[in-house]
């Protein structure tokens, strides 16, 4: 099916043209320079800029796949989790163009669409397999099973993988968002100058919760770190050591515990999805651990990683072609678990 997308959950207002697993157009307005002297994204802020984007935005996608509207099989649009604000300007623009040219209208959870970039960037990707996600507001191993199948094995109980990377940059006073600023810094540092706990989850008999993460603990670790420093040297913070030994402990972690995930459950492809997954230390770690153990790493192109709406069309594509729609009364939900998308579609 060729499914026309708008994606704005956060600070990208996306819309995207995708037939099946074939990208037609992809256009993203990023709001990174305007959310920047913030230091993070203003939730009013973003929804202002995706009305003022999402036109021009549709406009140039439907003309560089040079397409018109009666090829277009159904309108998708992201309807949780996000910003209200944020998802509703693209939600309500999706239902009224379904409802103008007379089109099925699909709701798509943003987390489904960064599984569905893999799908994009191997297209003959077939489940079952692992999607390690690892975004700013999500760390989750998910077991993908089939289209709106899925089961969450691991996540995050306190901070997010980007979220500790964007926390971690601001106190060491290095900017927004932090992610590529580190892994910048990080090649000229040693990630093994100073220790950093990996934050493990204990379980009551003893043990460790296997694919559960915690990254809350490590950034109090990085501020003690900085402080201790500060105090007894003169001389100035070794901001790359620093950087080097966080992003080594945050990238050793992931890998251990979707490595571990992969093995127990016998899945031989690990797919990457979220804007961490561009992070240099991540796949440094995770392509050499996946070689040991004779599994598959799939590393999406960056732009497939970070929000864009060619995910969620894809996965829209793949929905319409199982004859899932969304009823227009559906809405836009600030939080909403992926498993319980699938009871929101009506079939045709
Ligand atoms: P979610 O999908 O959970 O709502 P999001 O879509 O806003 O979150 P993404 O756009 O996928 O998140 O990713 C943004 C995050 O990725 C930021 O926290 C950013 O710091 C991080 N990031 C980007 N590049 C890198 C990198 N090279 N290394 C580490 N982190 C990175
Ligand atoms: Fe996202
Ligand atoms: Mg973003």
Redesign the pocket.
């Known amino acids: 099916a060729t499914v026309l997308a708008i994606e704005t959950?956060?600070?990208?207002t996306g819309v995207a043209i995708v037939k099946n697993r074939e990208v037609l157009s992809n256009v993203v307005a990023s709001q990174i320079a305007i959310h920047h002297p913030y230091g993070g994204?203003v939730p009013e802020v973003a929804s202002r800029h995706h009305l003022e984007m999402v036109n021009p935005v549709l406009n140039e996608a439907l003309e560089t796949a040079g397409l018109d509207w009666s090829v277009i099989d159904g309108i998708a649009a992201t309807c949780a989790?996000?910003l209200v604000g944020a998802l509703l300007t693209g939600i309500t623009a999706a239902k009224t163009l379904a409802l103008v040219h007379n089109k099925p209208f699909l709701g798509i959870h943003?987390?489904e669409g960064?599984i569905y970039a893999s799908y994009l960037t191997e297209p003959s990707l077939q489940p079952p397999f692992l999607c390690l996600?690892?975004?700013?507001?999500?760390t989750s191993l998910i077991h993908v099973k089939d289209c709106g199948v899925y089961q969450i094995l691991g996540h995050t109980v306190d901070d997010?993988?980007?979220?500790a990377?964007?926390k971690v940059?601001r106190l060491l006073n290095l900017g927004?968002?932090?992610?590529?600023i580190?892994?910048?810094l990080a090649t000229q540092g040693n990630p093994k100058a100073f220790a950093l706990p990996e934050g493990k989850i204990s379980l009551p008999n003893g043990g460790y919760h296997p694919y559960h993460s915690s990254f809350s603990g490590l950034k109090t670790a990085v501020l003690r770190l900085v402080q201790t420093l500060q105090k007894s040297e003169n001389t100035p913070l070794p901001v790359a050591d620093i950087a080097a030994s966080f992003?080594d402990t945050?990238a050793k972690s992931l890998t251990k515990r979707a490595i571990a995930c992969a093995v127990d459950f016998g899945l031989d492809t690990i797919a990457i999805?979220?804007?961490?997954?561009?992070?240099?230390?991540?796949r440094n770690h995770l392509q050499e651990a996946a070689k040991l153990h004779n599994l598959r790493v799939l590393f999406p192109p960056?732009k497939y990683?970070?929000?864009n709406a060619a995910m969620i069309a894809c996965a829209a594509s793949d929905h319409l072609s199982r004859g899932h729609i969304s009823p227009l009364t559906l809405g836009a939900q600030s939080r909403m678990s992926l498993e319980d998308m699938m009871l929101l579609y009506n079939r045709v």
Request: net charge negative.
């Open positions: 959950s956060c600070d990208e994204v989790p996000g943003h987390l960064h996600l690892v975004s700013g507001g999500h997010a993988a980007g979220e990377f964007d940059a927004y968002p932090g992610g590529p580190i892994d910048q992003q945050v999805g979220g804007g961490v997954a561009a992070n240099s230390g991540l960056l990683c970070t929000d």
